[in-house]
């Protein structure tokens, strides 16, 4: 098979979550674990840092790579989802997984992944652990896909864990409730680990504090540490500046153990994320007149950060390129949208998209109108048509949307 009908041919297993909703989801472990004894336990080839929560676990992720490969090690980074190009899932020292090594691990374990019935996520997930042990990475920074109890990657035991931000978002599958949620997230702590908490929060900290002493973890809440001064990060939005709390505690256990990284390492490190790992879609600037934002923030935490950023920028006219997936909940995050603006709904080119006609007609209940669009990309081209100079152009509601426009 080709690259290209390889990952078709991954699709089309046990599709992946993030394109047709739950029924590419499963229950517990054991796929994973079974795999995992199929590949000869990769995961305990490399030592590794792992990352859940809502909000701010993918650009945080980023960071930590970004900040252990300027001081000099070999890292690893998984993330989900990709954008553009699935190997944007399996990154070292930035640069993507290349397409004959998807290839050839695909065609190596075709007849196991049939008979397991392997979804998306095992299969990509098993792929990282194997291309970090082949390539004998010194240190894989892993990104939570979805939850922290049963997703795939929680089968490492790393150097540390971060939770960042808990908000919601999943609650079919995490629960409805910030505890219960959190509750999900915890269980990505393992028995004598430290445990990061970026977001100290009344309703989640009993939380992470029970399942830390249950598991004699020791457990570190960012806010409370002292870190360097001044820290800032290429990442824009002013959002990061909550995930860079946690990531400065992440360095600082890490350099307890013994990892070498100097302050000039975390400082540049935060300073280059995009060079060092090649991160797109947070508050990612495309073009200047008329200026165009893209942002993946999909859920209400991550929406109110984006918002509270906006207000902040100046222009005459705003337009929205805005497409969702069809079990966002409307009702909870369409209010937070600004009225003032232009909409051009669309649908993501995905089984997942919700139809642009149900996404306006929701709209209008919260007085946001527009027009409705055949494509992410001739609503994008229109908006680009429309706007003037001096205007902004907003695109965003989904990754998926992003994705169509990057």
């Not at 995992?36 to 676990?57: C, Q, Y």
């Not at 979804?119 to 990475?137: I, T």
């Not at 995490?174 to 915890?186: D, S, W, Y």
């Amino acid at each position: 098979m080709t690259y290209q009908q390889t990952v078709e041919w991954m699709f089309q297993q046990l599709p992946m979550y993030q394109r047709v909703g739950s029924s590419a989801l499963k229950k517990d472990l054991t796929n994973t674990l079974k795999l995992a004894t199929h590949l000869g336990n990769p995961e305990r080839d490399f030592k590794s840092v792992h990352v859940a929560g809502t909000n701010g676990k993918g650009s945080s992720s980023h960071m930590i790579a970004s900040v252990l490969q300027e001081a000099g090690y070999k890292v690893g980074l998984y993330t989900s989802p990709h954008l553009k190009d699935y190997r944007e899932r399996i990154r070292i020292n930035g640069e993507y997984i290349s397409e004959e090594a998807v290839v050839d691990f695909i065609q190596n374990n075709k007849s196991f992944f049939e008979a397991e019935n392997l979804s998306f996520f095992e299969m990509s997930v098993g792929m990282a652990f194997w291309f970090f042990a082949e390539e004998k990475v010194d240190i894989a920074v892993i990104e939570v896909g979805m939850g922290g109890r049963l997703d795939s990657t929680n089968i490492i035991i790393p150097e540390v864990s971060l939770i960042t931000n808990i908000g919601k978002d999943h609650t079919q599958f995490l629960g409805t409730t910030l505890p219960e949620i959190a509750g999900e997230k915890a269980g990505i702590i393992k028995p004598n680990v430290p445990v990061i908490i970026s977001e100290k929060h009344p309703e989640t900290a009993p939380v992470f504090r029970k399942t830390a002493q249950e598991r004699n973890s020791e457990i570190i809440f960012a806010e409370e540490c002292e870190t360097l001064e001044d820290l800032s990060t290429d990442l824009l939005g002013s959002y990061q500046q909550k995930n860079i709390k946690g990531v400065a505690a992440v360095i600082n256990q890490l350099i307890s153990q013994d990892w070498i990284i100097s302050e000039e390492n975390i400082r540049d490190g935060l300073k280059n994320v995009r060079r060092n790992t090649n991160l797109r879609g947070r508050w990612d600037i495309l073009q200047e007149a008329p200026k165009v934002i893209c942002d993946t923030a999909h859920n209400s935490d991550g929406l109110k950060y984006v918002f509270r950023q906006l207000e902040g920028e100046v222009y005459e006219r705003l337009h929205y390129v805005l497409g969702v997936v069809n079990d966002k909940d409307l009702d909870e995050v369409l209010p937070l949208f600004p009225k003032n603006a232009t909409y051009y709904f669309c649908k993501p080119d995905v089984p997942r998209g919700l139809e642009a006609e149900k996404l306006m007609a929701k709209s209008i209940e919260f007085e946001l109108l527009g027009k409705v669009f055949n494509s992410v990309p001739e609503a994008y081209a229109e908006a680009l048509k429309t706007a003037g100079e001096k205007d902004l152009i907003f695109c965003g509601g989904s990754n998926f949307t992003v994705a169509e426009i990057i």
